[in-house]
């Protein structure tokens, strides 16, 4: 079983908010950049949001300011609020952490790249309908 447990998927309709969230047990760097990805079924996983330490993030194009990541590093936990969901956002999405070579690199510098990462969670399905 993984360090990282996703929660807060479902199914809700176009321009409804769902708020992801993942405790983060594994001992990482309270300024280590970590990531939310998501996966579409027969698509590549590609990153979503990333933050590095609070105000310093980084989000995708089509993210278009819908969804806002934060970090609570006293509580160990990472959040997604996902506000004016589309069904092109239905996917499996999973937080991620640096790999420990990438752990002292920028967001800017991995977060296109999933191989920079760990998944250790399952996933948290969300599905976005008409």
């Known amino acids: 079983q993984g360090n990282l447990v996703e929660t807060g998927g479902g199914s809700v309709q176009a321009g409804g908010s769902l708020t992801l969230s993942c405790p983060i047990k594994?001992?990482?760097?309270?300024?280590?950049?970590m990531a939310w990805f998501r996966q579409a079924p027969g698509q590549e996983r590609e990153g979503v949001a990333a933050i590095e330490t609070p105000g310093h993030t980084t989000y995708a194009d089509f993210v278009q300011d819908r969804f806002t990541i934060s970090r609570d590093n006293a509580k160990n936990f990472l959040s997604l609020q996902m506000n004016n969901l589309k069904p092109e956002d239905s996917a499996m999405y999973y937080c991620?952490?640096?790999?420990?070579?990438?752990?002292?690199?920028?967001?800017?510098?991995?977060?296109?790249?999933?191989?920079?990462?760990?998944?250790w969670g399952q996933g948290t399905q969300v599905t976005v309908s008409l």
């Open positions: 594994r001992n990482v760097d309270s300024s280590a950049c």
């Open positions: 991620a952490s640096p790999v420990y070579e990438a752990e002292l690199q920028p967001c800017a510098a991995i977060f296109h790249n999933p191989r920079r990462f760990n998944f």
